[in-house]
Nanobody, 124 residues
C-alpha cells in the first residue's frame, strides 16, 4: 500500500514557475512508476507526465514538453513536477499517481494509487 501526498500548489502569475512535490509512504517507492495528471474545471483528468522507477525514462504529453519536467528522488520517496512559463490554461488540480507494474502509463486507469491533489492557479 502506498499513500501519496502532493504539495507545492498555489497562485502564480502567468510566466511564473512552481514545483510540485509528491511524497510517498512506504519503503518500496523505487519500485513504482510515478506520474502526474491534472484536471481543469469542467474537464476530464488528463495525463501530464510519467517517470520510470529509476528515473531514467520519462514521457510527457506533447503540449507540455519543454515547459514541465518530472523527476524523482528515491532516497526521499518523492516525485516532483517542475512547471515553468506557466499559462492560465495550466490552472488545474494536479494529482500524482503510482503503479507497481503495468503498461500504458499515459492512461489514468493504469494507476493504483492517487494523491488528493494540489490546486494550481495561474493568473493572467
Amino acid at each position: 500500500q502506498v499513500q501519496l501526498v502532493e504539495s507545492g500548489g498555489g497562485l502564480v502569475q502567468a510566466g511564473g514557475s512552481l514545483r510540485l512535490s509528491c511524497a510517498a509512504s512506504g519503503r518500496t517507492f523505487s519500485s513504482y512508476v510515478m506520474a502526474w495528471f491534472r484536471q481543469a474545471p469542467g474537464k476530464e483528468r488528463e495525463f501530464v507526465a510519467w517517470i520510470s522507477r529509476s528515473g531514467a525514462a520519462t514521457s510527457y504529453t506533447d503540449s507540455l514538453k519543454g515547459r514541465f519536467t518530472i523527476s524523482r528522488d528515491n532516497a526521499k520517496n518523492t516525485v516532483y513536477l517542475q512547471m515553468n512559463s506557466l499559462k492560465p490554461e495550466d490552472t488545474a488540480v494536479y494529482y500524482c499517481a503510482g503503479v507497481y507494474s503495468g503498461s500504458w502509463y499515459e492512461k489514468e486507469r493504469s494507476y493504483d494509487y492517487w494523491g488528493q491533489g494540489t490546486q494550481v492557479t495561474v493568473s493572467s
